[in-house]
């Protein structure tokens, strides 16, 4: 039975990964920052509490983990816009959305080599690509780019261990991030971020893709 960690996954797309991988037969382990009934394994976290990613690391030792999935991410204050920035907020966005991957990505590398599969996959966004960027929600976004980053430059470390690392983007979901008025419901993201992932090779790390499997341009 493969294993999936899935961080965040108490909402939104998380908790969807959840239930898909779940149906599917996978071993899901879920972090979540509030107890949730929805998993059978859970596991509380807050990705920016350096202290609870090392009692993570230290649950979890020599548990095989074939896909490594950080998702957890916050938006930040909406709206935000030269003359409103809110630098404690922003620094909140990085902390979660960067930093918390990257310690996660750190405690957990081992159990992901150690598995069959060895994919992790952090959640960006189209936002995140400064090829298209027109300045829209710029701490989220900035959070994203710089995602996108450490995404690329650990595919590079790792790919000698054999373990890819890939950004993939939801597209715009209603979850209570995107907001109702977006146009994929959480099914069908999360089903095509499932075929992408379940597709990907060895030759596929570092890429920034779409659910629908389209590459993004950096």
């Given at each position: 039975?493969?294993?999936v960690?899935?961080?965040?996954?108490?909402?939104?797309?998380?908790?969807?990964?959840?239930?898909?991988?779940?149906?599917?037969?996978?071993?899901?382990?879920?972090?979540?920052?509030?107890?949730?009934?929805h998993?059978?394994?859970?596991?509380?976290?807050?990705?920016?509490?350096?202290?609870?990613?090392?009692?993570?690391?230290?649950?979890?030792?020599?548990?095989?983990i074939?896909v490594l999935?950080?998702?957890a991410g916050?938006i930040?204050k909406?709206?935000?816009?030269?003359?409103?920035?809110?630098?404690?907020?922003?620094?909140?966005?990085?902390?979660?959305?960067?930093?918390?991957?990257?310690?996660?990505?750190?405690?957990?590398?081992?159990?992901?080599?150690?598995?069959?599969?060895?994919?992790i996959?952090?959640?960006?966004?189209?936002?995140?690509?400064?090829?298209?960027?027109?300045?829209?929600?710029?701490?989220?976004?900035?959070s994203?780019?710089?995602?996108?980053?450490?995404?690329?430059?650990?595919?590079?470390?790792?790919?000698?261990?054999?373990?890819?690392?890939?950004?993939?983007s939801?597209?715009?979901v209603?979850?209570?991030?995107?907001?109702?008025?977006?146009?994929?419901?959480p099914?069908?993201?999360?089903?095509?971020?499932?075929?992408?992932?379940?597709?990907?090779?060895?030759?596929d790390?570092?890429?920034?893709?779409?659910y629908?499997?389209?590459?993004?341009?950096?």
């Amino acid at each position: 039975m493969p294993t999936v960690l899935i961080t965040g996954a108490g909402r939104g797309l998380g908790r969807e990964l959840a239930r898909q991988y779940a149906g599917d037969g996978w071993r899901v382990i879920g972090t979540v920052r509030a107890p949730a009934s929805h998993l059978s394994e859970a596991i509380t976290l807050d990705v920016a509490d350096a202290a609870q990613v090392k009692q993570l690391a230290a649950r979890l030792k020599g548990v095989p983990i074939d896909v490594l999935f950080c998702n957890a991410g916050v938006i930040g204050k909406r709206g935000s816009r030269l003359g409103t920035f809110d630098y404690a907020d922003w620094q909140n966005v990085f902390q979660v959305n960067v930093l918390g991957a990257a310690a996660v990505i750190e405690a957990l590398v081992d159990n992901v080599a150690a598995s069959e599969r060895r994919i992790i996959c952090v959640m960006s966004s189209r936002l995140g690509s400064i090829s298209e960027t027109r300045g829209e929600t710029l701490p989220y976004a900035s959070s994203k780019a710089a995602l996108n980053l450490l995404a690329r430059g650990l595919a590079a470390t790792l790919a000698p261990r054999g373990v890819i690392v890939v950004a993939l983007s939801p597209g715009w979901v209603r979850t209570d991030m995107g907001g109702a008025a977006a146009p994929l419901a959480p099914e069908t993201s999360v089903r095509g971020l499932r075929e992408v992932v379940g597709r990907l090779r060895p030759e596929d790390f570092g890429k920034f893709l779409s659910y629908d499997g389209s590459s993004i341009p950096w």
